[in-house]
Each structure stands twice: as C-alpha cells, then as structure tokens.
C-alpha cells in the first residue's frame, strides 16, 4: 500500500501522543520492537509490512483505513469518465479474486465431513461474522462443532483457497493511476489485510476499504453505501461500483451510484465494458 513514509511516521507519533502512550508502551501493546516503532516514527521504513500498521492500528483503537487513510496525502481526482464517475469502489469475493468455493472441497477433503453440510453450515453464520456481531474465534468454534472436528481454521482455509483474478486486479491497478479508488466488501475481520500482505489483492494506493467486518453493515444494506459515500467523499452521482452480485449493484444504484456487474464467466466482455467506460474521460 503505497504511503508517504515520513506522513506516516508523524501521523503515528501523533495519534500515540493523542492515545498517551509512550513508545514503549506501545510497543508492548502492539508487540513490535522499540527499534522498528522509533524507525517508523521518524520515516526512515519506507514500507512497513501491513501487519505491522494493522497492530500498530489495534493498540491505537483505529483501524487501517483510517490510520493510513490518515496520513497518506491527499490525492485530487485525476479523472472523470463522460458520465461523471470520479471515484471506483471494487467487490473483492467473485470480482478481485475467484469466489472459494474451493475452500469447501478442500475442508471435506481433511475433515471427512460433506461438502453441502460445510456449505450451508459456512453461510448460515457468513453475515454474522462479515458483520462483525460474531467473532472469527467463534465462527471457527461453531464450525469445529457442526463438523465434529478437533481444529477448524477458516482464515487458512480461504486464503489457501481464493486466487486473484487478474484481469480485473490489473485493471484496478490501472485505474488507480487515473481515478480514486477503494475497497468495498462483504469480508471477516483480517481477512483484507491478510490478502494485502499474501499478494493475493494489489498492494496498491486505496483512497477508501470499506470492510463490513469493521463498520458492522454488510451489502446490500444501505447504511454500508452511506458510509462509502462519506469516506468516497465525492457526491453519489460520481461513484461506480463494480460488483459480482446483482443485489449489490441495485442498493446502490438506488442512492444514485453508477454500478457495473462484473461476471467472472465472461471476464472479456466484463473487461471490456468497464475499459470503455473508463477510458471515455472528460
């Protein structure tokens, strides 16, 4: 995630200072060494890993989005496309990376227990926990449960599981450099982040993450569109969503947001709808 390093560094010391921590303290709190914070806070890590500022976040009662978001510089819209779009958010499960259906085959495979039975199990809690009202922990104790199984890891399962889908991750990476961008997903907690560090999502500039898990509203409610147009900070009339469900894409366009589906079965055609859009710019 592209950042100005001595931004961040400031931004840091000064929400620590907000906080009342010392770096000490919060090193312990965040389980980093003195050495790395110090070097941090003064800009000379050009790249802290995100696992770092993900800790570093969670000891400062933040999240990532706000604490990079905070402290990146803010970047003007380059771009408008003919109909006015400035700001492009993208799904991520079944648009930046292959749905993990995989993961179930894979779950069957080790446990023993029936594919439809870890299917149904899985999203008879999946909008709890997207919600952030049922922890990853007990999500994984109520599926070790169900399957009657010693150990259950959902976390490793879908990260083993999803693989990117390139031709629309390039064409994030592409827009990235004309237009603002961000993240809006249906997602468990940690899960972005991980896929940031794994590479299995662009480890680019995010203008906004919309994580479900964090702001406690999933799609198609309205209030996760709400507050994607407050963090877009840009009229609805000028955010495109791109999205694999069609009862995202509706919610959206009903509080006046561009949308487009985008269909993992026909990615060419899906592509190139999305390229012709985007490369008509005022």
């Known amino acids: 995630m592209a950042m100005d390093e001595k931004g961040l560094g400031k931004h840091l010391q000064a929400a620590r200072q907000k906080a009342g921590l010392t770096q000490q303290q919060l090193c312990q709190q965040a389980n980093l060494s003195f050495s790395t914070l110090t070097k941090i806070e003064r800009g000379a890590i050009r790249a802290p890993s995100i696992f770092t500022i993900q800790a570093i976040a969670g000891a400062l009662g933040t999240n990532l989005d706000e604490l990079i978001g905070a402290a990146t510089p803010e970047r003007r819209n380059l771009l408008k496309t003919k109909s006015g779009v400035s700001f492009i958010y993208f799904d991520i499960n079944g648009s930046l990376v292959h749905f993990f ?15 439809d039975v870890i299917e149904s199990t899985y999203w008879h809690f999946n909008d709890e926990v997207c919600r952030g009202t049922m922890s990853l922990q007990d999500y994984d104790q109520a599926m ?12 490793r399962y879908y990260l083993d599981a999803v693989e990117p889908i390139e031709p629309l991750q390039e064409l994030l990476r592409w827009a990235s450099e004309r237009y ?29 993450i919309v994580d479900s898990s964090e702001v406690g509203t999933i799609k198609p409610d309205p209030k996760i569109y709400e507050i994607a147009t407050e963090r877009a900070a840009v ?3 000028e955010i495109l969503l791109i999205d694999d469900t069609r009862a995202n894409l509706v919610a959206a366009s009903q509080l006046g947001w561009h949308v487009s589906l985008f269909d993992d079965y026909q990615q060419d055609d899906s592509i190139a709808k999305l390229r012709a859009t985007l490369e008509s710019a005022e």
């Open 101 to 115: 259906q995989r993961a179930f085959t894979n779950i069957a495979q080790e446990t023993g227990a029936p594919a």
């Open 144 to 155: 070790k449960e169900r399957l009657q199984v010693d150990n259950f890891d959902w976390k």
């Open 180 to 208: 603002r961008v961000g993240l809006l997903t249906n997602i468990m907690p940690g899960f972005v982040s991980a896929m940031l560090s794994s590479g299995k999502l662009p480890n680019i500039h995010y203008d906004a």
């Open 235 to 237: 009229p609805p009339e």
